[in-house]
T-cell receptor
Framework: DSGVTQTPKHLITATGQRVTLRCSPR?????VYWYQQSLDQGLQFLIQYYNGEERAKGNILERFSAQQFPDLHSELNLSSLELGDSALYFC??????????????????FGPGTRLTVL | GNSVTQMEGPVTLSEEAFLTINCTYT??????LFWYVQYPGEGLQLLLKATKADDKGSNKGFEATYRKETTSFHLEKGSVQVSDSAVYFC?????????????FGQGTILTVHP
């Protein structure tokens, strides 16, 4: 158990709908990363937050957005869903970030993922 | 841009066989390198890491050496077990404006038969 929790574990919805995925980082971790794992694209970085602020953005679609709340949990919002959005969505947390206050390396701990199926 | 290339899978081995999974990378700057493992139905777990050239990461009998001259980080294990069956991902991380995000290879499925 990594200490990172994600809910829900599975989500089945229809095209055009909107869903929210939730992530609670390990206790004490300030940084949250979101990744998408699909058969087509593999594992891709979406977005990162550190202590409530967005720090890095990857290939995240405009239909997707995220935020990190004062209690450090994070939510990934996916809207106008398409069939191609079906994937496993992972959240990871770390104490800081590479190049941040703790130096050049920061281990990321991954949650179990949310499997999204768009029908 | 930064990228990671892993050997194509799947890889099928008999128990106690020697394992090598090749990984090469392209990066601007000096990345940290990682191998992650994903067991069926689970999230990713860090298997081993190396943060600078010539470092050797090791864990659970797996090893990988950070080779800057060949931009490689090949994963090896001398004697695999059935319980090693999983998907293995090579990844890199950079500081600066990358803020430590992980760039992954495509993953290699390993199946070990008794």
């Amino acid at each position: 158990d990594s200490g990172v929790t994600q809910t829900p574990k599975h989500l089945i919805t229809a095209t055009g709908q909107r869903v929210t995925l939730r992530c609670s980082p390990r206790s004490g971790d300030l940084s949250v990363y979101w990744y998408q794992q699909s058969l087509d694209q593999g594992l891709q970085f979406l977005i990162q937050y550190y202590n409530g602020e967005e720090r890095a953005k990857g290939n995240i679609l405009e239909r997707f957005s995220a935020q990190q709340f004062p209690d450090l949990h994070s939510e990934l919002n996916l809207s106008s869903l398409e069939l191609g959005d079906s994937a496993l969505y992972f959240c990871a947390s770390s104490v800081s970030f590479a190049g941040g206050p703790l130096g050049s390396y920061n281990e990321q701990f991954f949650g179990p993922g949310t499997r999204l199926t768009v029908l | 841009g930064n990228s990671v290339t892993q050997m194509e899978g799947p890889v099928t081995l008999s128990e106690e066989a020697f394992l090598t999974i090749n990984c090469t990378y392209t990066a601007t700057g000096y990345p940290s390198l990682f191998w992650y493992v994903q067991y069926p139905g689970e999230g990713l777990q860090l298997l081993l890491k190396a943060t600078k050239a010539d470092d050797k990461g090791s864990n659970k009998g797996f090893e990988a050496t950070y080779r800057k001259e060949t931009t490689s980080f090949h994963l090896e294990k001398g004697s695999v077990q059935v319980s090693d069956s999983a998907v293995y991902f090579c990844a890199l991380s950079l500081g600066g404006t990358s803020y430590g995000k992980l760039t992954f290879g495509q993953g290699t499925i390993l199946t070990v038969h008794p």
